[in-house]
């Protein structure tokens, strides 16, 4: 009822009857979690919602009708079903056309309303209810067990297509769909930022990249493995990289500013000794419904508020360091992806270095954000 009034409310605003949800992150964001896909890999639904004043109504064929109102409707009442037959010639764009309360309406496009009120911003001004919290955490929790036990069950000579397959069926196993599922082994770690699986095999190294939906949530984490120990580069690549991950966390929190985030990101990068890194990837931004509802950038202006998520994930050539965290009461998130038994880095940021008159360096001030290691496996 909170998301209809808030609907509505903007509909009011802007002088509008309704708005039809058409994508699958729309729809789910609207339903609290509802599924309007068959396929995985798409981003408009086979059913759509629409919101008005005073209905509510599913446009869909009779191939889905059923189902959709039995199960995807999480608690909405008094929801109209518009239906179809699958042979019809009329699209769904047309049915709803057809309906005099349709008019004037706005039409959700994978990027927001065609007209009317922007319900991405609108999905990003409510935040997470209570109850997405909840879910979201435990898919967090879920998440971070499945790359875990996949990770660690890694072999030299694997493909990364197998390592892919485990991956899938481990979060399968926790009833998560896998949106998105990258495998890079040994040298496509320093060449592919988006890294789908090959039928290449595992030699030293390999990077799992996991995005899992429930409920229509999105949760991202990465992990990295070695197969015995890391050269001294590698070992400094991922430590540089896990404390631009730890600004960025550190930086999360009720109030803060995503520009503000970005900028403190750019900055590690540099403090670290790799200043363009930043520009060879994008470094994350907002979660929820969709893996990021938008991407910081540089002069980004979006505040930061309690039960939003957030999944900050830079990179450097060989490396990455990727978990989701949820804003809440104290200055700093709750990190929702963590991977039992997974070895850790103390990141101190936010302080300043100073060298003493031996000349070791020393961190004074600043937070010790704990990030993940690369976990190392026997050769």
């Given at each position: 009822?909170?998301?209809?009034?808030?609907?509505?409310?903007?509909?009011?605003?802007?002088?509008l009857?309704?708005?039809?949800?058409?994508?699958?992150h729309?729809?789910?964001w609207?339903?609290?979690?509802?599924?309007?896909?068959?396929?995985l890999?798409?981003t408009?639904g086979v059913?759509?919602?629409?919101?008005?004043?005073?209905?509510?109504?599913?446009i869909t064929?009779?191939?889905?009708?059923?189902r959709?109102?039995?199960?995807?409707?999480?608690?909405l009442?008094?929801?109209?079903?518009?239906?179809?037959?699958?042979y019809?010639?009329?699209?769904n764009a047309e049915?709803?056309?057809?309906?005099?309360?349709?008019?004037?309406?706005?039409?959700?496009?994978?990027?927001?309303?065609?007209m009317?009120?922007?319900?991405?911003?609108m999905?990003?001004?409510?935040?997470?209810?209570?109850?997405?919290?909840?879910l979201?955490?435990?898919?967090?929790?879920d998440c971070?067990v499945?790359?875990g036990?996949?990770?660690?069950?890694?072999?030299?000579?694997?493909?990364?297509?197998?390592?892919?397959?485990?991956?899938?069926?481990?979060?399968?196993?926790?009833?998560?769909?896998t949106?998105?599922?990258?495998?890079?082994a040994?040298d496509r770690?320093?060449?592919?930022r988006?890294?789908?699986?090959?039928?290449k095999?595992v030699?030293?190294?390999?990077?799992?990249?996991?995005?899992?939906?429930?409920?229509?949530?999105?949760?991202?984490?990465?992990?990295c493995?070695?197969?015995?120990e890391?050269?001294e580069?590698?070992?400094k690549?991922?430590?540089a990289?896990?404390?631009v991950?730890?600004a960025a966390?550190s930086?999360?929190?009720s109030?803060?500013n995503c520009?503000?985030?970005?900028?403190?990101?750019?900055d590690?990068?540099?403090?670290?000794?790799?200043?363009?890194e930043?520009?060879?990837?994008?470094?994350?931004?907002?979660?929820?419904?969709?893996s990021?509802?938008f991407?910081?950038?540089?002069?980004?202006e979006?505040?930061i508020?309690i039960?939003?998520?957030y999944?900050w994930n830079?990179?450097?050539?060989?490396?990455?360091s990727?978990?989701?965290?949820?804003v809440?009461?104290?200055?700093?998130?709750?990190?929702?992806?963590e991977?039992p038994?997974w070895?850790?880095?103390?990141?101190?940021?936010?302080g300043?270095v100073?060298?003493?008159?031996?000349?070791t360096?020393?961190?004074?001030?600043?937070?010790?954000?704990?990030?993940?290691?690369?976990l190392?496996?026997?050769?």
């Open positions: 009822q909170l998301k209809l009034n808030a609907i509505r409310s903007a509909l009011t605003e802007a002088g009857k309704g708005v039809l949800f058409q994508t699958t729309g729809f789910s609207a339903t609290s979690g509802g599924r309007n896909w068959v396929p890999a798409t408009v059913a759509f919602l629409w919101v008005g004043l005073d209905n509510v109504a599913v064929s009779n191939i889905e009708g059923t959709i109102m039995r199960e995807e409707m999480n608690g009442s008094n929801v109209e079903l518009v239906e179809f037959n699958w019809d010639p009329k699209s049915i709803i056309a057809d309906k005099k309360w349709a008019e004037p309406g706005a039409w959700e496009t994978d990027e927001g309303p065609v009317g009120p922007k319900l991405d911003s999905r990003i001004k409510l935040g997470l209810t209570p109850r997405e919290v909840a979201y955490t435990a898919l967090g929790k971070g499945a790359i036990k996949a990770a660690k069950e890694c072999k030299v000579g694997e493909t990364e297509y197998s390592i892919g397959g485990r991956l899938i069926a481990q979060c399968a196993a926790l009833n998560i769909d949106v998105a599922c990258m495998v890079a040994d770690m320093d060449t592919c988006h890294p789908l699986p090959t039928s095999q030699a030293s190294r390999v990077m799992l990249v996991l995005c899992g939906r429930r409920d229509g949530l999105i949760a991202s984490v990465t992990r493995v070695h197969f015995g890391p050269s580069d590698l070992k690549r991922h430590l990289v896990a404390h991950d730890a966390i930086c999360t929190y109030g803060g520009g503000e985030v970005f900028k403190a990101m750019k590690e990068y540099e403090k670290q000794g790799y200043p363009d930043w520009k060879l990837h994008h470094q994350g931004g907002m979660a929820g419904y969709k990021r509802e991407k910081a950038m540089e002069g980004s979006q505040t508020q039960n939003q998520a999944a830079p990179s450097i050539a060989g490396t990455k990727e978990d989701t965290v949820i809440g009461q104290s200055m700093e998130p709750v990190i929702i992806t991977t038994g070895p850790k880095l103390n990141c101190n940021v936010g300043t100073v060298t003493t008159s031996d000349g360096k020393m961190h004074m001030g600043g937070i010790v954000v704990q990030r993940p290691d690369i190392v496996l026997p050769a």
